[in-house]
């Protein structure tokens, strides 16, 4: 957030900054708190170098007699490092800052995917419970189809042969051919059903093939 509003130069650039300021001037190295994995909060410790307490105890000790000599009261000068050292805390508190941030959204962010994660099993199995269903339904179209051609194909089948039986009754002589001319069916289809109708005792043909009748008798 910071970065993005030109707050700070980069992440992490202030701790970096402070490390290498403390390091040049002969500082004790930064200690971040806590160093356990329990607690939800983040501290730098910033020490001074003695070099520096010493020149700050000498310009506290200036002052004191100051106004221990005269009685007026003398203004504390702030030495130039320590804006320095103002300016890096600062920048240490904002990282530390962008750090806490990072940290509290890290949860949430593994909080989504957690829950995503647990969706997805959920997701998958309503899919295939669909797909089930879809697949058990088309499957069950289709016998009914087939039976329902099925019924189609019987009834057609005892509608030419009702047919074929009353052709004969009514002209006894008549051949195959022209019988299936009148239904307009193919003649190896009249001949295997003439065949089917002899072979169960329905019809029966006597006499020659040319000056022979038919017997419907069924």
């Known amino acids: 957030m910071f970065f993005a509003l030109n707050l700070i ?61 005269d009685g007026k009261e003398s203004i504390q000068k702030i030495p130039q490092g320590e804006s320095i050292t103002q300016e890096v805390t600062r920048e240490i508190l904002q990282g530390a800052s962008i750090t806490q941030d990072a940290t509290q959204e890290t949860p949430q962010r593994a909080s989504i995917t957690q829950e995503t994660s647990q969706e997805a099993p959920i997701t998958q199995e309503i899919t295939q419970e669909i797909t089930q269903e879809i697949t058990q339904e088309t499957l069950q179209d289709s016998l009914i189809t087939q039976e329902i051609r099925k019924d189609d194909e019987i009834a057609q089948e005892i509608e030419i042969t009702a047919k074929i039986k009353h052709i004969m009754s009514d002209d006894p002589g008549i051949s195959l051919k022209e019988v299936a001319i009148r239904l307009n069916v193919k003649f190896d289809s009249v001949r295997y059903r003439v065949k089917q109708m002899r072979k169960n005792g329905e019809i029966r043909h006597e006499g020659s093939t040319k000056s022979g009748r038919w017997l419907v008798l069924k």
């Open 9 to 69: 130069e980069s992440y992490g650039s202030g701790i970096r900054r402070a490390k290498d300021a403390m390091a040049d001037n002969g500082s004790p190295r930064l200690q971040f708190l806590p160093d356990n994995d329990s607690d939800d909060y983040t501290m730098a410790v910033v020490r001074i170098n003695e070099e520096f307490a010493a020149v700050r105890r000498e310009e506290e000790g200036k002052v004191s007699l100051a106004a221990s000599g």
